[in-house]
Structure formats: C-alpha cells, structure tokens
T-cell receptor
C-alpha cells in the first residue's frame, strides 16, 4: 500500500513561477524524502527532512514537514523548463522499517 | 560514471518465459532494492537486500525471486512471466538504511509480457 499521496496529481505553471506540491502520509515517520523523475529515467534524490525538522532548503527547493498533520510540501521557486518532471515523496516508517515507501507522484509541467 | 546500472533496458517476453534482470552498483552500498513502477501506482517494493547474501520480501514479491551473491550485484528473476508483470523495473541502492540516506536509482528496465 502507498504511504504517501501527492497533491495535486498534475500541475502546469509558467516558467518563472513557483510550484508547490503536497504530500500526505499515514503513519509515524523517521524521515521524508523527495525525488524527481524525468520522463523515461530513474528517480533522483532531491532532499531529506527528518521528523524533528520543520523546514529545509536546498538551492531553489524548500521542504516543510508538519508531523502533527502528517504532511509535507515541496516548493520550487523561480521554476525553469528543466524542472518539468514527476516528483515523488517517500517516507521511512518509525516502526523498525528501513525501507522507503513512495507516493504516487505529482506531474509538473513548466510552460516556457 | 559511478552509480547503478541496470541491464537490459528493454525486453519483451512471452507468457511463461523466464528472465533475469541485473543490477550492478559500484558505490560499495550495503542496501539494494528492486521496485516496479506502474501508471498511477507509484513505486512498489518487490524485494530488497541489506547486505551480501541476504534478501527479504517487499510489498509485492509474488512471482519474483532475487539473489545477492556479490555485494555489488542484485539479480531479479521472473521464473514464469505473466502479463501482470508488464512494468518498468527500477533498482536502487543506499549506503546505509534509509533513515540516514537517500537512494540512488538505476535508469530502469521496461518489460513487456505478451
């Protein structure tokens, strides 16, 4: 079963705008990670946020985590055409589970 | 280039045929994983390994077997392929458990079973 669910399923924005994607999950987590997948390629790790962290930045990426609401958001600022991809959240459970469980993804399209 | 290499990249099988997908990593990672990706379902874990000589079942292990005889290689086998196994298969590895590190993924194997 999927642990994370991303929202929206698809998002189209103009180049230069900010893109926000949300992820909700069900169980207590150790950490939450975001990955990017370009069409026809493997997933690329973007950022990891631990359960005791509330916000993390990496370049144009900003991730927030609200463990009370079991949700996370990924913000991409000043979007570029190269950001067009699918974005997945993935969680690591607190219950002795060392594996990642992925959500179904958000398909982001940046319109030049 | 260092990373995770999957072979083959594409394959078409007839129902009932067998095949082995190979995953190789040169990063000295302990943990290796096999996922399948289907439209609208995200990635689902098939089997994984926490070290050489070890394997464990994931979320959807039926119809698949795995082996990790060498630390750098993780093989996924389909003994008798079924159309339901048509999917894109991804191998991933991590240095330690996912509580500390993200995964490195291969570029995938697109398998069609007819």
């Amino acid at each position: 079963s999927q642990q994370g669910e991303e929202d929206p399923q698809a998002l189209s924005i103009q180049e230069g705008e900010n893109a926000t994607m949300n992820c909700s999950y069900k169980t207590s987590i150790n950490n939450l990670q975001w990955y990017r997948q370009n069409s026809g390629r493997g997933l690329v790790h973007l950022i990891l946020i631990r359960s005791n962290e509330r916000e993390k930045h990496s370049g144009r990426l900003r991730v927030t985590l609200d463990t009370s609401k079991k949700s996370s958001s990924l913000l991409i600022t000043a979007s570029r055409a190269a950001d067009t991809a699918s974005y997945f959240c993935a969680t690591v459970s607190n219950f002795g589970n060392e594996k990642l469980t992925f959500g179904t993804g958000t398909r982001l399209t940046i319109i030049p | 280039n260092a990373g995770v290499t999957q072979t083959p990249k594409f394959r078409v099988l007839k129902t009932g045929q067998s095949m082995t997908l190979l995953c190789a990593q040169d990063m000295n990672h302990e943990y290796m994983y096999w996922y399948r990706q289907d439209p609208g379902m995200g990635l689902r874990l098939i089997h994984y390994s926490v070290g050489e000589g070890t394997t464990a079942k994931g979320e959807v292990p039926d119809g698949y077997n795995v082996s990790r005889l060498k630390k750098q290689n993780f093989l996924l086998g389909l003994e008798s392929a079924a159309p339901s196994q048509t999917s894109v298969y991804f191998c991933a590895s991590s240095y330690l458990q996912a509580t500390a590190y993200g995964y490195t993924f291969g570029s995938g194997t697109r398998l069609t079973v007819v």
